[in-house]
């Protein structure tokens, strides 16, 4: 699933839930096989359903008889909606949130990738960046919708075991306090050394807005010297 | 049916990417990644899960050894950049001559801290504390548990204990040669008692100490997989979005869920208020942003209670006016300071004011809790975990024994983590669900407008000067507002909760009123220091320096204004006032790091017109103890005839006593409150209109931009011999009174109020 090409924009979700009686209870898919579809795997059983359908928000429901005495039917009723698919660390996520989501809401609590962080909510700190494809983006201000079928880098993705010379960089030069800008900060830093291997005070002061509460400016600035040096040597 | 509908559809959600026309089945909720970190842990990217593994042996409650000889010390103060886990580590690791290469760290269970009498004797990291404070108990667990440790490797051999020496946790049988590490004994280490505990090191025997070490904690912090408290995720876990009062001390009158119970993933709306917690309303969903935008559209009505009209620039005028007022408290009275100033014939007065700040902490306030009837959880990155605890045992009735902390990394701390309400909101919320854990998150705007804000003031400084311009008499008398009435308020009200300051410190309410002021270094025969205290109904609190970022200020720019009133140079002033004062036995030290700073700045060398030298100078002296951290600034900057100021350097000496544990982390502090203090000086400012906070967010409470970094050289200076106070929040004072005393020697004007984004600092 790792190097799958992006995905289509949007694809159908589906939510199963099963009742019986007054009561609510899991709906286990292996005890309660779909009407039509006993025994076939969960897979071609979710496959049908899709293929039948069209619109979104379609309840279907099958009625099984009382399955135990005294017990009224059991009721299966599924719901479908529009899913998100999004590529983000080069992995396909179809995730169930509106189109307007924030990329950020979507990348922490939806996909679970919490490095990203939340720090303003108004574009203004820059401790939510992002790359998309391969440019920074403040994503608490980025539609999820926006970024659907472009590739989104996070602080996890951006190198295997963290191996980046700005990740590099900022361990030697341990430049974190708090830490907690410092993903947005190693985020806008690559961004900056992929466009220009070998930035200039001036650069770095143009390119690199973010905001540090703890004020690292002057470590980090030396990290992006250093990590270019890095960059140049590997 | 909403309820159920959203809780279905996260747990059975099926996922279909149609890529390649093939389907892929499963959770949408997918758990966050756990990452292989690719540089050795030094430290858990979640601090509060023990490293410990199976086979590891606990040699005492702080020490851990593994059979590879890796060392895992326990730390019980939390780290918020200022580098305390690296600390703390060092002070144990000093003692116990373990390889330091193999020390890793985690932080102290908190529960058993409850469950053990207290064993890990402190949990509260505030006060520049740490070390102070926490430098002899660590340092005796470290002896302890290297004594143990060689006991045992005497035992094994059978030979007296005087033949072994150790180091890097090797022990060496010194007659033989014969060898071994601490992982083979820590086994028969555990089960050894000494029969007296070892004495420790004193400062001149340090050899870990005092040298630059690498942070512990920074490798988790450049790979995303630092978990602060806003990053926790459990299984079944709800977010909620918090909506607080926005009139401090009002009520929720009504509100109507109707509009928003049926919003997608929105699984209910709850009330919140009680004891020191800031009455409300949440919404709980399956996403904070399903959290937060239902909560954008809940109708709230609220009750403002009598404050609904109160304003910050109310609070200055009741301040000013009570400069006026007769029955000041009076802390010093020397001589008779009334009478030398009725009678003198140049008396120098100013009044000064500074603004309520917030502490803007980089983290939004969050905190995850689970309520279940035997057992409560908490996830938060908290200063005072101890205090938090005994909150949510409280509010819950759940015993201590079974309520379970785990703490977090800090996003920033600044003594905004300390007050416990974003734990006790949380536990409050996490109540009415059930037993299944939420995550509450407040928005910046609520952050920024619940705050404990760093408390406002006013000051008027008298000074009769003699025809060779010395002060003959001082008085100094501050109008300031309670420190902490929201807490006192509701203790009043309810018996109080644990972590009230009244409830747990010996200190008075006022006594960051008092601060640096009951004290003055400066010469003056006669001297009267008083003060009014009232009340408004703002939360307060400490933040950073606490006390000194306002009585700095005054002190220090009114020393500059009578450096200027009798013509003399305010470096040469300050030390001839401090070698005059034979009350204050500090002086030499004082004048010897002030004349460090000077050296380094090059103070008294010509400047270009339009640029200026300050200089400030202090020693955080408190009323409740004895160490100090003597500190002197002189900062330089430049103003365009516009009034553009631009601070471009700033040089500081700071007396290190004869230890500094870690000077990589020490400097890195020094720059951070140079950096928090330019900020506060020149664009932050906290106002108060009907009752509530005006400022949300960065774009109207601005951080220091990169573009603003001034160049920042700190020099360390042995100017006393005992070890001082600490340097968590040393320097903080003397940024404002040295930026604006050089605004005066550049430009003219006398900055009095702050900030400086107020002043027109053009000039011709």
């Keep these: 699933m790792d190097e799958e090409k992006p995905a289509a924009s949007a694809s159908r979700g589906v939510a199963i839930r099963v009742s019986a009686g007054h009561s609510s209870e899991p709906f286990d898919r292996e005890a309660h096989p779909i009407a039509g579809l006993a025994g076939a795997p969960a897979e071609k059983q979710t496959e049908k359903i899709l293929l039948d359908q069209e619109r979104s928000g379609w309840v279907y429901t099958h009625s099984t008889p009382g399955f135990r005495n005294g017990h009224p039917a059991a009721r299966v009723e599924l719901e479908v909606f529009t899913m998100l698919s999004l590529r983000v660390n080069r992995k396909t996520y179809s995730v169930d949130a509106e189109p307007e989501t924030p990329l950020l809401w979507v990348i922490r609590d939806t996909i679970g990738l919490t490095g990203t962080k939340f720090g303003c909510g108004m574009a203004l700190c820059g401790a939510c960046t992002v790359h998309v494809n391969g440019k920074p983006v403040r994503s608490c201000v980025t539609r999820a919708s926006r970024v659907v079928g472009q590739e989104v880098t996070t602080i996890e993705g951006l190198s295997p075991n963290a191996q980046h010379p700005a990740q ?64 140049a040597k590997s | 049916m909403s309820r159920n509908r959203e809780i279905s559809r996260r747990k059975f959600v099926v996922t279909a990417a149609a890529a390649g026309g093939g389907l892929m089945l499963g959770i949408a909720f997918t758990k966050g990644d756990v990452r292989r970190a690719a540089v050795p842990a030094k430290i858990s990217g979640r601090p509060w899960e023990s490293l410990a593994g199976k086979g590891d042996i606990e040699v005492g409650p702080w020490v851990v050894i593994a059979p590879d000889d890796t060392v895992t010390i326990r730390i019980g103060q939390s780290e918020m950049g200022q580098g305390v886990i690296t600390s703390c580590a060092k002070m144990l690791a000093e003692e116990l001559e373990c390889d330091w290469s193999k020390v890793r760290a985690e932080y102290v269970s908190v529960n058993r801290h409850f469950r053990e009498n207290k064993v890990y004797k402190r949990l509260v990291t505030t006060s520049s504390s740490s070390v102070r404070l926490g430098r002899p108990y660590l340092q005796q667990a470290g002896a ?34 014969r060898t071994l590490r601490y992982g083979q004994v820590a086994q028969k280490a555990a089960g050894l008692k000494l029969s007296a ?179 409560v959880d908490i996830w938060v990155g908290s200063q005072e975990p101890e205090a938090a605890t005994l909150d949510a045992s409280k509010i819950t009735g759940v015993p201590v024994e079974n309520v379970y902390l785990h703490n977090c990394f800090l996003g920033g701390g600044f003594g905004r983590r300390g ?92 006594e960051q009123l008092i601060r640096g002021l009951h004290k003055l270094p400066y010469f003056a025969p006669n001297q009267l220091f008083d003060y009014h205290l009232r009340k408004t ?60 700073v000077a050296e380094k700045s090059g103070w008294g060398k010509p400047l270009p017109a339009g640029s200026g030298r300050g200089v400030a100078i202090g020693d955080s002296r408190r009323l409740s103890r004895t160490e100090i951290t ?93 070890p001082i106070a600490g340097i968590g929040e040393e320097a903080v004072g003397w940024v404002a009174p040295a930026i604006c005393n050089a605004i005066f020697a550049a430009t003219g004007k006398r900055i009095r109020s702050l900030p400086l984004k107020n002043h027109d600092l053009s000039w011709t």
Excluded at chain 2, 314 to 332: I, N, P
Excluded at chain 2, 439 to 458: D, F
Excluded at chain 2, 545 to 553: A, L
């Design chain 2, 419 to 510: 007050n416990q309400d974003d734990v006790r909101q949380a536990v409050a919320i996490a109540k009415q669900l059930n037993g299944r854990p939420v995550k509450v998150i407040w928005s910046r705007e609520e952050t920024t407008r619940h705050g404990y804000y760093r408390p406002m003031r006013v000051s008027r400084f008298r000074a009769a000067l003699g025809p060779d311009g010395m002060p003959l008499a001082w008085h100094t008398r501050v109008a300031g507002v309670d420190e902490a009435v929201f807490a006192a308020k509701l203790v009043a009200a309810e018996g109080g909760l644990a972590n009230t300051r009244a409830a747990r410190t010996d200190e008075p309410a006022d």
């Design chain 1, 168 to 231: 590099i960089a900022w361990r030697e030069g341990d430049v974190p306090a708090c830490g907690y800008c410092q993903s947005g900060q190693i985020m806008a830093a690559a961004a900056l050394l992929a466009k220009k291997p070998n930035p200039t005070d001036t650069d770095i002061e143009q390119e690199i807005t973010n905001l540090c509460r703890c004020g690292t400016y002057r470590r980090i600035r030396q990290a992006i010297h250093r990590a270019a040096q890095i960059a």
């Design chain 2, 630 to 722: 003597i500190c002197a600034m002189v900062a330089t900057v430049s103003a365009s005839k516009k009034g553009e100021v631009r601070v471009e350097r700033f040089d500081v000496a700071i007396d290190t006593g004869p230890f500094l544990v870690n000077p990589l982390a020490a400097e890195r502090q020094v720059e951070m409150q140079v950096v928090m203090g330019l900020a506060a000086t020149l664009n932050q400012e906290i106002t108060i209109e009907k009752g509530r906070v005006v400022q949300s967010n960065f774009d109207n409470y601005p951080l220091l931009r990169a573009t603003q970094m001034p160049e920042v050289g700190v020099q360390w200076v042995r100017a006393t011999d005992d």
């Design chain 2, 144 to 177: 302890s548990a290297r004594e143990r440790l060689m006991a045992a490797a005497a035992q094994t051999w059978g030979v007296p204990r005087p033949e072994l020496t150790v180091k890097d946790s090797v022990v060496t049988h010194q007659p033989t040669g």
């Design chain 2, 537 to 596: 109904h703002v939360p307060t609190g400490p933040w950073t320096s606490v006390g000194r970022s306002q009585n700095e200020f005054f002190l220090e720019t009114f020393v500059d204004e009578l450096a200027h009133a009798a013509g003399k140079d305010p470096y040469d002033y300050r030390r001839t006032l401090l070698g005059a004062n034979p009350e204050f036995p500090r002086a030499k030290a004082w004048i010897q790091v002030l004349g460090a």
């Design chain 2, 197 to 375: 505990e070892p004495s420790v090191k004193t400062p001149d025997q340090y050899t870990l100490m005092k040298t630059p070490t690498k942070l512990l904690d920074v490798p988790p912090k450049v790979d995303g997989s630092a978990v602060y408290g806003i990053d926790v995720r459990l299984p079944g876990m709800l977010y909620a979005a918090a909506k607080a009062s926005p009139v401090f001390l009002g009520k929720v009158k009504k509100y109507d869920a109707d509009p928003v119970k049926n919003r997608p993933g929105v699984h209910s709306v709850v009330e919140f208020n009680g004891p020191e917690i800031e009455a409300g309303v949440a919404v709980v969903a399956d996403s904070y942003w399903r959290a937060k935008t239902a909560l954008d559209l809940l109708p709230i009505e609220w009750d403002e209670g009598a404050h609904g009209n109160d304003s910050s620039e109310d609070f200055f005028k009741m301040s000013r006016a009570a400069l006026d007022e007769s029955g000041a408290k009076v802390v010093t009275k020397i001589g008779e300071p009334e009478a030398a100033l009725k009678n003198a014939s140049q008396v120098v007065e100013a009044v000064y004011q500074v603004p309520y700040l917030d502490h803007t902490v980089m983290e939004p306030f969050n905190c995850t809790a689970q309520v279940k009837p035997d057992r």
